[in-house]
Nanobody, 121 residues
Framework: QLQLVESGGGLVQPGGSLRLSCATS????????IGWFRQAPGKERLRVSC???????NYADSVKGRFTISRDNAKNTVYLQMNGLKPEDTAVYYC???????????????WGQGTQVTVSS
């Protein structure tokens, strides 16, 4: 059974850092793209970043230069390193997988349960 489990969220002060992890199981991560999405209260879920099976990466303009996505296929895990966090980064963060096209379209079929990130002083 395909599963994605996020961890690493929490409360952090503005300017701080967090590293989110997306642990995967039930499929061979090597062959799949992974996307990170976030949803703030009352707002739509938006794609933050994605990484292809070949390691190519893409970022939303709002996080470019601050967030870094990476993957460790041997550990079946994808990471999202978040630096320079701002209050507007507060959201539930989800990882998801499907075809790259589905991820880019914002409609991947497989989602984790999400992890809360709160940026506040």
């Amino acid at each position: 059974q395909l599963q994605l489990v996020e961890s690493g969220g929490g409360l952090v002060q503005p300017g701080g850092s967090l590293r989110l992890s997306c642990a995967t199981s039930g499929f061979t991560l090597d062959y799949y793209a992974i996307g990170w999405f976030r949803q703030a209260p009352g707002k739509e879920r938006l794609r933050v970043s994605c990484i292809t099976s070949g390691g190519n990466t893409n970022y939303a303009d709002s996080v470019k230069g601050r967030f870094t996505i990476s993957r460790d296929n041997a550990k079946n895990t994808v990471y999202l390193q978040m630096n320079g966090l701002k209050p507007e980064d507060t959201a539930v963060y989800y990882c998801a997988t499907d075809s790259l096209g589905a991820i880019v379209a914002g409609a991947p079929a497989y989602w984790g349960q999400g992890t809360q990130v709160t940026v506040s002083s």
